[in-house]
């Protein structure tokens, strides 16, 4: 539920846009939005879910709902969005529709991937253009724009998704203080795995994940206070983790370009419209990889190991949680015993230890 719903109506109101709003985070928004009162137009691929969500927030709420089941990787579907909504007073833009792809990326396929270039990133551009130029002229509105915590940093098997959601960040923390002096407030949300129904149909088994519900609440909670949002405990133990880790991936110096990647699955497509759908997989394939405190190839023994690196479970975000905790005591511990030459007692990070004499070389 939204704080301050009054305040935050009168910000962003009276009529918020929300893409990929048939399921997962988009949706959830969605709800949260006509819980606060704001009247909503409804982007999506799948019109008959769109047309049930409408149906069910015009009964509970006095709100007025539009519907547009569109496919945003087309140029006609941006433009009759632009056009569809060019007399609604819309002062806010979630734009939560996405998807993402998985796997070697020499396996991948050249259309699915321009597809993905295309959703998550030109249309991400033409219509935060378009919207922010409508919004800058009434001198009021807000731009959500999703990125994942993928977008910190590359992700092998998941290269190229990835990057797209790395340009999405960098867009949003750019916007941000652009068009803040115009009276527009620019988030990027960056929430890390999240429950939705992308791990069934992708046949993965997911352990410790975020709900829809606590993604959206985060996000909304967040705009206008800052320009990028981490949603749950979880997300921001998964961007804090990539902190102290070099950017080059680990496996560039243990060999994992010498054919060792027969394990790794076939590259996969991720679902429709809600961009909680794509962090699954991109968990699976990338975080363990990020992580250099466990061996990339290895699949995880005992109870969770379903053969190869195909067989992660998500139950490894909680090692990925354990080794970030390993990160912190570590850089503490070396900030203990770290001493100022002279100054005994007095811990500096980034300073050289001070050593006895016998110590030193010469």
């Given at each position: 539920?939204?704080?301050?719903?009054?305040?935050?109506?009168?910000?962003?109101?009276?009529?918020?846009?929300?893409?990929?709003?048939?399921?997962?985070?988009?949706?959830?928004?969605?709800?949260?939005?006509?819980?606060?009162?704001?009247?909503?137009?409804?982007?999506?691929?799948?019109?008959?879910?769109?047309?049930?969500?409408?149906?069910?927030?015009?009964?509970?709420?006095?709100?007025?709902?539009?519907?547009?089941?569109?496919?945003?990787?087309?140029?006609?579907?941006?433009?009759?969005l632009?056009?569809?909504?060019?007399?609604?007073?819309?002062g806010?833009?979630?734009?939560?529709?996405?998807?993402?792809?998985?796997?070697?990326?020499?396996?991948?396929?050249?259309?699915?991937?321009?597809?993905?270039?295309?959703?998550?990133?030109?249309?991400?551009?033409?219509?935060?253009?378009?919207?922010?130029?409508?919004m800058?002229?009434?001198?009021?509105?807000?731009?959500?724009?999703?990125?994942?915590v993928?977008?910190?940093?590359?992700?092998?098997?998941a290269?190229?998704?990835?990057?797209?959601?790395?340009?999405?960040?960098?867009?949003?923390?750019?916007?941000?203080?652009?068009?803040?002096?115009?009276?527009?407030?620019?988030?990027?949300?960056?929430?890390?795995?999240?429950?939705?129904?992308?791990?069934?149909?992708?046949?993965?088994?997911?352990?410790r994940?975020?709900?829809?519900?606590?993604?959206?609440?985060?996000?909304l909670?967040?705009?206008?206070?800052?320009?990028t949002?981490l949603?749950?405990?979880?997300?921001?133990?998964?961007?804090?983790?990539?902190?102290?880790?070099?950017?080059?991936?680990?496996?560039?110096?243990?060999?994992?370009?010498?054919?060792?990647?027969?394990?790794?699955?076939?590259?996969?497509?991720?679902?429709?419209?809600?961009?909680?759908?794509?962090?699954?997989?991109?968990?699976?394939?990338?975080?363990?990889?990020?992580?250099?405190?466990?061996?990339p190839?290895?699949p995880?023994?005992?109870?969770?190991?379903?053969?190869?690196?195909?067989?992660?479970?998500?139950s490894?975000?909680?090692r990925?949680?354990?080794d970030?905790g390993?990160?912190?005591?570590l850089a503490?511990?070396?900030?203990?015993?770290?001493?100022?030459?002279?100054?005994?007692?007095?811990?500096?990070?980034?300073?050289?230890?001070?050593?006895?004499?016998?110590?030193?070389?010469?």
């Amino acid at each position: 539920m939204i704080r301050h719903r009054e305040r935050f109506l009168q910000r962003y109101g009276p009529r918020a846009l929300v893409t990929g709003a048939s399921a997962g985070i988009g949706r959830e928004i969605a709800v949260q939005l006509a819980d606060a009162g704001f009247d909503l137009v409804l982007v999506a691929r799948r019109e008959t879910l769109l047309r049930e969500l409408a149906a069910d927030l015009t009964g509970r709420h006095r709100i007025d709902v539009q519907v547009l089941p569109l496919d945003l990787t087309l140029d006609e579907g941006v433009q009759e969005l632009t056009t569809a909504t060019a007399g609604s007073d819309i002062g806010l833009y979630v734009a939560a529709a996405g998807f993402g792809t998985s796997g070697p990326f020499l396996d991948a396929h050249l259309d699915q991937e321009r597809e993905m270039l295309r959703l998550n990133c030109e249309a991400v551009l033409t219509t935060s253009l378009v919207f922010g130029r409508r919004m800058a002229e009434r001198g009021r509105g807000g731009i959500i724009l999703m990125s994942s915590v993928v977008g910190f940093q590359g992700m092998p098997n998941a290269a190229h998704y990835a990057a797209t959601k790395a340009y999405v960040q960098t867009l949003a923390e750019a916007l941000h203080v652009e068009l803040r002096p115009r009276g527009v407030d620019v988030l990027a949300a960056a929430p890390g795995p999240t429950h939705s129904g992308f791990a069934e149909r992708a046949d993965m088994r997911m352990g410790r994940a975020l709900s829809p519900r606590t993604v959206a609440h985060g996000i909304l909670a967040a705009l206008g206070r800052r320009p990028t949002a981490l949603p749950g405990l979880l997300s921001r133990v998964l961007k804090d983790s990539l902190a102290p880790l070099p950017r080059t991936h680990p496996g560039a110096d243990h060999g994992l370009g010498d054919g060792r990647h027969d394990r790794t699955p076939t590259h996969r497509h991720g679902g429709d419209d809600d961009e909680g759908d794509r962090l699954v997989i991109v968990l699976v394939h990338g975080v363990p990889e990020t992580a250099a405190l466990w061996d990339p190839l290895r699949p995880p023994a005992g109870r969770h190991a379903r053969g190869g690196a195909a067989g992660f479970r998500l139950s490894a975000t909680r090692r990925l949680c354990r080794d970030a905790g390993r990160l912190r005591r570590l850089a503490d511990r070396r900030a203990r015993t770290t001493r100022a030459p002279g100054r005994p007692g007095r811990a500096r990070l980034g300073r050289r230890p001070h050593l006895p004499d016998r110590d030193r070389a010469p």
